[in-house]
């Protein structure tokens, strides 16, 4: 499958987060008992090539949400995905803004564009929070640090722009739970149901021109990296091609296309949200 020229009726997104190691050890602790805290691992030593393998077979370019951590770590990982046509993108955690002494989540920002950029010889167009929050000052220090999109909200069908009207510019492509892998795997579900979930979505989102962002993960315990669960996601792919009206791009392809001419703009979100005023 081939870029489209244009946005696409209905635009897919395919998008893989990323952590190799760094919940690894977060689980195990410093003593680094791993025994079952492995499942990044899993994703790493087979999952990530199994993936890869279904995406090209579907001729699917794909976004991966790469740790800071783990493209130092593992940089044939990152090359490996290069290597593919897909997009290195940053994932990171934002639990809070700077507080008067300037501590903070947002360092992990910056930190995360210069370990990508040092590996895969260009900065991140994009971020994801791994624990889906974000914070106003974490999209403003986005924007400023050069990135053009996130992928944290699930307020849309459809992606958008922020604008502050001095030139600051991102854009936010929404994801959705029910869109997730680990929404079904996490709970032990099984592929047939996140199989026919993820179709009903998609047929529902075309039919209304919204877009899709499928999420999935290398986790092998709550991601599609076991080859059952992989076997789903090549379903899918296939099905949704067959569409027409249909487009797969990256997240920066898709991204690029919304600042170049975007449908809308709005305002980056403030702080505290301006009180609605009844009458």
Known sequence: MTTPAALPQCPVAVTVNVDVESGDIAAAGAAGLFGKYSYGRYGMREGFWRLAEILRAEGVKA????TADDAVRHPDLVEAILAGGHEVS?????????????????????????????????APKGWRSSNGLITPDALHRLAAQGYTYDSNFENDDRPYVFDDGKGARLAELPVFTYLTDATFY????????????WLEEFDALHSVGGYVNLTLNLHGHAGSARQVR??????VLNAIGRRAGTGFLRCDELAGMLLAQPPSTEPFPADHPVPITLP
């Open 186 to 197: 996490g709970g032990f579900h099984s592929p047939d149901r996140a199989r026919k979930a």
């Open 230 to 235: 992989a076997n789903a996601v090549a379903d």
């Open 90 to 122: 940053a994932l990171g955690k934002i639990l809070k803004a700077p507080d008067a002494e300037g501590a903070g989540d947002l360092g992990a920002i910056d930190t995360a564009k210069d370990a990508i950029r040092t590996i895969a010889g260009a």
């Open 63 to 66: 976004t991966f949400f790469v």
